[in-house]
T-cell receptor, first 109, second 112 residues
């Protein structure tokens, strides 16, 4: 069974601070996606990483895929209240997509 | 290009009843997956349909079933509802299996 553990589970920070969210597994994934979900809405795709060691930037968000394609991180620089939400990673394996446990981020103005 | 449409958005049902939820994927997408999301369990995979065939199934009881039509629209049905079935049910649309998923806004089901 493929499992994706995210840490931390909850994060409450002040506006302007930096943060990193981790997504770890013992399984290898062919690709990994990051989503952000706001209350009462469906998850929205932020990025897909495919190659081991790959780094992608989306404005203040930096995503990295581990060299062995078993883990990933999401770094947010100078967090803003609009970044508040549930962040989910999802790994694509053989015929199956596994979602992480989620990280609930609150950015306080 | 229209997004993923789930209907209804909100639903209140009584224990023992049955419910049918609908999902229209993005035009051209042939894969539809269903997920149950609760605060305690996170996002749990229910099943995936591709070209009208169930491709994968999660660990849910037989009360949960689904189907996909020739136009790729999908429905999921839950029979004999239990209080624990209260959740946000999300539908994900993919062009094909193992490609990027685009989610609908979900159906919030409350069982009383």
């Amino acid at each position: 069974t493929q499992l994706l553990e995210q840490s931390p589970q909850f994060l409450s920070i002040q506006e302007g601070e930096n943060l990193t969210v981790y997504c770890n597994s013992s399984s290898v994934f062919s690709s990994l996606q990051w989503y952000r979900q706001e209350p009462g809405e469906g998850p929205v795709l932020l990025v897909t990483v495919v190659t081991g060691g790959e780094v992608k930037k989306l404005k203040r968000l930096t995503f990295q895929f581990g060299d062995a394609r078993k883990d990933s991180s999401l770094h947010i620089t100078a967090a803003q209240p609009g970044d508040t939400g549930l962040y989910l990673c999802a790994g694509e394996g053989y015929q199956k997509v596994t979602f992480g446990t989620g990280t609930k981020l609150q950015v306080i103005p | 290009k229209a997004g993923v449409t789930q209907t209804p958005r909100y639903l209140i049902k009584t224990r023992g009843q049955q419910v049918t939820l609908s999902c229209s994927p993005i035009s051209g997408h042939r894969s539809v997956s269903w997920y149950q999301q609760t605060p305690g369990q996170g996002l749990q995979f229910l099943f995936e349909y591709f070209s009208e065939t169930q491709r994968n199934k999660g660990n849910f009881p037989g009360r949960f079933s689904g189907r996909q039509f020739s136009n790729s629209r999908s429905e999921m049905n839950v029979s004999t509802l239990e209080l624990g079935d209260s959740a946000l049910y999300l539908c994900a649309s993919r062009r094909a299996p193992n490609t990027e998923a685009f989610f609908g806004q979900g159906t919030r089901l409350t069982v009383v």
